[in-house]
């Protein structure tokens, strides 16, 4: 549907495919995208199925701000309408977050509604090529130059999605989603080619040299801990039930736990030799800060090795398969697979979470597409050391990933190496909107960080090159 508003700063088109007469469109499609041919200075693209208040929709109000600001795109917060189970609608606020530089996540949040100035829309589309099914969308707001957020609720729209944050977070790895996975990533990389950001494994520097011998042990299980009585005893004893022909420990530190995790723990280690219990002397620390501690302990292997405080690994020759390995992929990280379960191991939706979207030769450059890396985790501490994880509870891991990946290869398992247990007390559970919103603003500022890392390394390869 075509319609037209016009605010006292001059007219603005107006299309939602859900209107249009017949079948919907295909409307993230470049055949779609293509066919809407503005004419007006301004455009809004709206993709609610049913949108109610069209003739209170505040066009002026964002053709004022696009004049203002010289935006190419706009997008404002919004009301949302949810349905309650006895049959009554709630209506909720639905903040957004900012657009940073290196948001390029294929499912940043914009909302339904898209503002465009026409020019820069129709360039966009004009360059896009006529292939794309499912990702000309994601193609078009790569290339606004200058993207705008309105933090003003401007439009209500209905609730798309009622899952909760633990059930829509591993979307992008079910393979029933690996068609649109593969476009997506073309478009990502295409895009970071374009900027001078894209890595290639003949730049990859070698590993460095350092002495095997100068670590307590070969393999070292971090388990950072807080208030998980109920769960750390099994992930505990899953990883000193490894069967190794080399040494190893579990390092499980304790950040403070007030819920009996401190007592079990400090029995526990009286009876286990393998087990050190370190409680850390800072009370500030995040997730990545006790990684920090287990990885500059006198105790740490030569490899570390993830392990949650909720999991438990799928066999006892996982230790033995990461170094095995590390060995024949000359690797800097490692990342396994896992498979998600419910407390009695039984697999629950969507099942082997095993990242094959991950491929050696555009990995880490599909990296800053994605929104994780996956798990188990293992690192050679050597190099950990010189470059710590930030001090976070979230996102501490893909910061590492990110950083590493940029100048050494990471190397994947993709079989099973440990079971994801999901209850309700998992950190990640049933996240609110605002908490979502703050972890995922957190890893677009550490994408943004590497995209201009990565524009200088790539101006610096280009220069030596001339040279």
Same mark, same amino acid.
Not at 10 to 19: K, R, S
Not at 28 to 50: C, Q, T
Not at 405 to 422: F, H, Q, T
């Given at each position: 549907?075509?319609?037209?508003?016009?605010?006292?700063?001059?007219?603005?088109?107006?299309?939602?495919?859900?209107?249009?007469?017949?079948?919907?469109?295909?409307?993230?499609?470049?055949?779609?995208?293509?066919?809407?041919?503005?004419?007006?200075?301004?455009?809004?693209?709206?993709?609610?199925?049913?949108?109610?208040?069209?003739?209170?929709?505040?066009?002026?109000?964002?053709?004022?701000?696009?004049?203002?600001?010289?935006?190419?795109?706009?997008?404002?917060?919004?009301y949302e309408k949810a349905a309650r189970e006895d049959g009554t609608v709630e209506i909720r606020k639905h903040p957004l977050i900012d657009c940073q530089k290196g948001a390029l996540r294929d499912d940043f949040d914009f909302g339904p509604v898209f503002f465009f100035r026409s020019s820069s829309f129709r360039k966009a589309v004009a360059a896009m090529?006529?292939?794309?099914?499912?990702?000309?969308?994601?193609?078009?707001?790569?290339?606004?130059?200058?993207?705008?957020?309105?933090?003003?609720?401007?439009?209500?729209?209905?609730?798309?999605?009622?899952?909760?944050?633990?059930?829509?977070?591993?979307?992008?790895?079910?393979?029933? #989603?690996?068609?649109?996975?593969?476009?997506?990533?073309?478009?990502?990389?295409?895009?970071?080619?374009?900027?001078?950001?894209?890595?290639?494994?003949?730049?990859?520097?070698?590993?460095?040299?350092?002495?095997?011998?100068?670590?307590?042990?070969?393999?070292?299980?971090?388990?950072?801990?807080?208030?998980?009585? #109920?769960?750390?005893?099994?992930?505990?004893?899953?990883?000193?039930?490894?069967?190794?022909?080399?040494?190893?420990?579990?390092?499980?530190?304790? #950040?403070?736990?007030?819920?009996?995790?401190?007592?079990?723990?400090?029995?526990?280690?009286?009876?286990?030799?393998?087990?050190?219990?370190?409680?850390p002397e800072r009370t500030d620390l995040g997730i990545g800060g006790c990684w920090n501690c287990a990885i500059d302990s006198e105790y740490c292997g030569e490899f570390a090795v993830q392990l949650d405080s909720d999991d438990i690994y799928s066999s006892d020759d996982v230790l033995v398969r990461i170094v095995d390995e590390f060995g024949k992929q000359?690797?800097?990280?490692?990342?396994?697979?896992?498979?998600?379960?419910?407390?009695?191991?039984?697999?629950?939706?969507?099942?082997?979470?095993?990242?094959?979207?991950?491929?050696?030769?555009?990995?880490?450059?599909?990296?800053?597409?994605?929104?994780?890396?996956?798990?188990?985790?293992?690192?050679?501490?050597?190099?950990?050391?010189?470059?710590?994880?930030?001090?976070?509870?979230?996102?501490?891991? &893909?910061?590492?990933?990110?950083?590493?990946?940029?100048?050494?290869?990471?190397?994947?398992? &993709?079989?099973?190496?440990?079971?994801?247990?999901?209850?309700?007390?998992?950190?990640?559970?049933?996240?609110?909107?605002?908490?979502?919103?703050?972890?995922?603003?957190?890893?677009?500022?550490?994408?943004?960080?590497?995209?201009?890392?990565?524009?200088?390394?790539?101006?610096?390869?280009?220069?030596?090159?001339?040279?």
């Open positions: 549907m075509k319609k037209s508003f016009k605010p006292a700063t001059g007219a603005v088109e107006y299309y939602n495919p859900f209107l249009t007469e017949g079948q919907v469109p295909p409307f993230r499609s470049s055949a779609y995208l293509k066919s809407i041919r503005p004419e007006s200075a301004y455009m809004v693209l709206d993709l609610r199925p049913d949108p109610e208040d069209l003739e209170y929709f505040p066009a002026g109000r964002l053709v004022s701000i696009a004049e203002d600001t010289g935006a190419d795109m706009l997008y404002a917060d919004y090529p006529d292939s794309y099914r499912y990702g000309a969308l994601y193609a078009l707001r790569l290339a606004m130059k200058r993207i705008v957020h309105v933090n003003e609720y401007l439009y209500t729209a209905a609730a798309a999605d009622l899952r909760k944050s633990g059930e829509r977070q591993f979307d992008y790895v079910d393979p029933k #989603n690996r068609e649109v996975q593969l476009e997506m990533e073309g478009i990502c990389t295409g895009y970071l080619k374009k900027k001078g950001a894209l890595l290639s494994p003949e730049d990859r520097k070698p590993l460095p040299q350092y002495d095997p011998e100068s670590f307590p042990v070969k393999v070292s299980v971090v388990i950072p801990v807080y208030n998980r009585r #109920n769960t750390i005893a099994d992930a505990v004893m899953s990883a000193l039930s490894q069967r190794c022909p080399f040494g190893y420990n579990v390092i499980v530190v304790d #950040n403070h736990s007030t819920d009996g995790t401190s007592e079990f723990l400090a029995a526990l280690a009286e009876k286990e030799d393998g087990l050190v219990h370190l409680i000359e690797c800097a990280m490692l990342v396994g697979s896992y498979l998600m379960t419910d407390f009695s191991l039984s697999p629950i939706p969507p099942g082997i979470i095993d990242h094959k979207e991950w491929t050696d030769s555009n990995g880490m450059n599909n990296a800053l597409r994605v929104n994780g890396l996956g798990a188990p985790r293992a690192f050679r501490t050597a190099l950990v050391r010189n470059c710590p994880f930030p001090n976070t509870s979230y996102g501490e891991d &893909y910061a590492m990933g990110l950083r590493l990946g940029r100048e050494y290869k990471i190397g994947r398992i &993709y079989d099973v190496l440990y079971y994801c247990r999901r209850w309700e007390g998992n950190s990640d559970a049933a996240l609110s909107i605002e908490k979502a919103n703050a972890n995922n603003f957190y890893k677009d500022r550490l994408r943004t960080w590497e995209l201009k890392a990565r524009i200088r390394l790539g101006r610096e390869r280009k220069k030596g090159r001339l040279q």
